[in-house]
C-alpha cells in the first residue's frame, strides 16, 4: 500500500482501514514510506526516469520490501497485489508494468498509469490535463488485473486518467465483455459509474469506479485521515474482494 503526497504510512493505514480488511482475510499489508529526505512532500518520485525502470531507484527499493516479508512470513509468491493512492498510484502502477512476476494485481485510487510523465513538467501537464496530455499508457497495462477509484471531479489529478488502466487491444476482447452499471446517490452517500471488464474464463480483469461528484481522496476512508472522503463507496473493501478473487 502506497501512500500519496504529504501522507506517511500510519495516516495511509488509517485513511484506508486496509489493516481491518488484512485482519479479516489473513492478509499482510506492507505501508513504505517515502523519506522527506528523498522528496519535501512525501511524494515517491514516480516522474523522475531515475525511479522508472526495473531494479532501480524506488521501485527496486519497494520491490525488495516486498520480497524481504514474502520469505520472512513464508507468504504464497503469487498471492501478491500492489496499490497506491495519488504519487503512490502512479508508482504502484510502474510497479505493476517492472514487476509482472511479483504482483498479481493492480489497485489505483487517483493516480496515473506507467508512461504517464518524463519529469516533472509532463508530470504536471498529465495530472491537470489527462488524456488530452497526448501520452501513451504502457502497453502492458492491458494485460494487468486491475481495479482503479477515481473521482469524477477530482481537481488534483484528471479523472480522464482511470480510463488509461482499462484493458484494450490485447485484452481479448472477442473472448470477453464489458458491462457498466450505474448507481445513483443516496442521501449523503455519491452515485458512481462502474465498468467491468470479464475475461474468457468468466473473471473479472479489470473494473473502473468513477465517484460522481468526489474530489481527491480516497473513497470511503476514515475521515481522521488526510485525503478520505468517508461518504463514497468503500474502495479498500472492492479493493480486497478484487485482490482474493484472483
Known amino acids: ?3 500519496g503526497c504529504h501522507q506517511d504510512a500510519e495516516d495511509f493505514a488509517t485513511a484506508t482501514r486496509m489493516n481491518q480488511y488484512g485482519n479479516q482475510h489473513g492478509c499482510f499489508v506492507l505501508y513504505p514510506q517515502q523519506s522527506t529526505q528523498a522528496n519535501g512532500a512525501r511524494c515517491w518520485n514516480w516522474y523522475e526516469a531515475a525511479h522508472q525502470q526495473r531494479e532501480q531507484g524506488e521501485p527496486a527499493i519497494i520491490a525488495d520490501l516486498t520480497r524481504h516479508v514474502l520469505s520472512s512470513h513464508g507468504i504464497a509468491t503469487e498471492r501478491v497485489y500492489v496499490a497506491g493512492f495519488s504519487a503512490g498510484g502512479a508508482m504502484a502502477a510502474k510497479l505493476a ?5 511479483l504482483y498479481a494485481a493492480l489497485g489505483i485510487h487517483s493516480g496515473m498509469p506507467h508512461g504517464a510523465a518524463r519529469d ?3 508530470a504536471m501537464i498529465a495530472m491537470q490535463h489527462g488524456t488530452m496530455a497526448s501520452y501513451g499508457a504502457h502497453p502492458m497495462h492491458s494485460q ?3 481495479i482503479v477509484f477515481h473521482g469524477s471531479e477530482d481537481n488534483m489529478v484528471h479523472a480522464t486518467h482511470a480510463a488509461q488502466f ?3 487491444g490485447p485484452f481479448r476482447a472477442h473472448n470477453g465483455h464489458r458491462y457498466v452499471e450505474t448507481v445513483p446517490r443516496q442521501g449523503s452517500k455519491p452515485g458512481y459509474t462502474r465498468t467491468v471488464q470479464v475475461a474468457a474464463d468468466a473473471r473479472i480483469f479489470s ?3 468513477m465517484v460522481h461528484g468526489a474530489g481527491h481522496a480516497w473513497s470511503g476512508g ?3 485521515a488526510t485525503h478520505s472522503d468517508a461518504y463514497g463507496p468503500d474502495a479498500s473493501h472492492e479493493m480486497m474482494r478484487f485482490f482474493l478473487e484472483r
Open 1 to 3: 500500500m502506497l501512500h
Open 97 to 101: 508494468v517492472k514487476y509482472p512476476e
Open 120 to 122: 516533472f513538467m509532463s
Open 144 to 146: 494487468i488485473p486491475t
Open 166 to 168: 482499462l484493458a484494450s
Open 207 to 209: 473494473e473502473q469506479w
Open 222 to 224: 476514515d475521515a481522521a
